[in-house]
Structure formats: structure tokens, C-alpha cells
């Protein structure tokens, strides 16, 4: 099946700091990601969607000055957490759309998240 | 909005018993996805089934069937035959097929299941 790597599994900053996460489509293009948020035994919250080549669209009550997305290459999406707070402290986990002929047959694949502490 | 509930914070189940976590969700799109995703303490999101809103028929993946009433709106899982490696947070997950929620998925609160021997 298709593949997502995620780097890194876990990152730990200072306060003030920025953090860039990444997420990859290994075997296939991935023309959507979405980045989810998901705080300790609670869901997944989606935090923004990002097409290739365009400008993220994000979720309402997400700051996209803080969380800024780029999805330059049907390959790879990013992540930056900047001037990252404690409050900013989570799970980040990607989902990238999959092979597949339209939104009938889309499966989406996860990355396997990345844990982000901030001190 | 699209709205998905899971009204059972935690289920436990014995090994080889049966079990059925419940999901109920909010739409008012006529043709959508709705799925089952496992989360074990890895964190690693697994698709456990899927099931299309026009297809009357309930999905079944080996152990895993569904329960899928569309006019209750309402999507359960049944896991047959518990093992220990069902133990985890089980998602319950919306996709709609209109232009603004294609491809976007909404996630229920989660149930917690515990496999017990």
C-alpha cells in the first residue's frame, strides 16, 4: 500500500522558537495533504488542508501566521510551527489523498505523527 | 456541519468475545464515506473498514463488519472474535463527497477499547 513518512517522530524546542515537520508521499503523488492536530486521549482535529501548488486552506480558529503549510512538490507538504508556545505542545499527524481514479475510490494514508514539546 | 458522535468513551471486551462500538453521525449530503480507524498506542492511524453511503450492503474486512443505517445515521462496528491486538482508540470518520468536504475527513471523539483475557 501507499506510504507516508513523517519527520520527525518527535522534536523538542524552546519557547520562541519555529519547528518544521514534514510530510512525505513515498509511491505515490499526493495532490491533497491535510495536517491534523490531536491532543492527549482526545480526536483527531483537522488543522488545514493543502493542495499542491496553492495556498492552504485552514481550518476557522486556526492561526495560519503560527501554522504555516507549503506544499511545493506532489511529493512533499510541510509543516512550521512558529514562535512555537508550551499551548503549541501536540500531535501533528499528515494524511496525504492516495492513487486512485476520483473521489470514489480516494483513500487517504497517514504519516505516523510527530510529537512536538515545547519548554 | 458535518458532526460525528461516539457516545462510548471506553468499552472493554473479553479475548474471543464479541464486541460493537458505536458511531452516529450529522449530514445532510446524500452520498458520503464513512470508516472505522484503529489508533493503537503507536499512534499510527490504521483503516479498519470503509463503507460507501449508496452501498446498502454492510461492509465486513475479516473480523470487522458494520452496522450502517443511513436513514439513523448511523455507522456501529462489530469486532468478532477480540484479540489482544484490538486493543486501542477506535475512530469513528465522516467524508462527504461535496466540493467543500471531499477528501476531508471528520472524526468522532473516540472509544477506547480494552481487550481483556
Known amino acids: 500500500g501507499a506510504v507516508v513518512s513523517q519527520h520527525p517522530s518527535w522534536v523538542i524546542c524552546k519557547s520562541g522558537t519555529s519547528v518544521k515537520i514534514e510530510c512525505r508521499s513515498l509511491?505515490?503523488?499526493?495532490?491533497?495533504m491535510f495536517w491534523y492536530r490531536q491532543f492527549p486521549k482526545q480526536s483527531l482535529m483537522l488543522m488545514a488542508t493543502s493542495n499542491e501548488g496553492s495556498k492552504a486552506t485552514y481550518e476557522q480558529g486556526v492561526e495560519k501566521d503560527k501554522f504555516l503549510i507549503n506544499h511545493a512538490s506532489l511529493t512533499l507538504s510541510t509543516l512550521t510551527v512558529t514562535s512555537a508556545h508550551p499551548e503549541d505542545s501536540s500531535f501533528y499527524i499528515c494524511s496525504a489523498s492516495g492513487p486512485g481514479q476520483g473521489a470514489y475510490n480516494e483513500k487517504l494514508f497517514f504519516g505516523s505523527g510527530t510529537q512536538l514539546s515545547v519548554l | 456541519a458535518q458532526t460525528v458522535t461516539q457516545s462510548q468513551p471506553e468499552m472493554s471486551v473479553q479475548e474471543a468475545e464479541t464486541v460493537t462500538l458505536s458511531c452516529t453521525y450529522d449530514?445532510?449530503?446524500?452520498?458520503?464515506?464513512l470508516f472505522w480507524y484503529k489508533q493503537p498506542p503507536s499512534r499510527q492511524m490504521i483503516l479498519v473498514i470503509r463503507q460507501e453511503a449508496y452501498k446498502q450492503q454492510n461492509a465486513t474486512e475479516n473480523r470487522f463488519s458494520v452496522n450502517f443505517q443511513k436513514a439513523a445515521k448511523s455507522f456501529s462496528l462489530k469486532i468478532s472474535d477480540s484479540q489482544l491486538g484490538d486493543a486501542a482508540m477506535y475512530f469513528c470518520?465522516?467524508?462527504?463527497?461535496?466540493?467543500?468536504?471531499?477528501?476531508?475527513?471528520?472524526f468522532g471523539t473516540g472509544t477506547r477499547l480494552q481487550v481483556t483475557l
Open positions: 509511491d505515490f503523488q499526493a495532490t491533497t
Open positions: 470518520a465522516y467524508r462527504g463527497l461535496d466540493t467543500g468536504t471531499a477528501s476531508k475527513l471528520t
Open positions: 449530514t445532510s449530503e446524500s452520498d458520503y464515506y
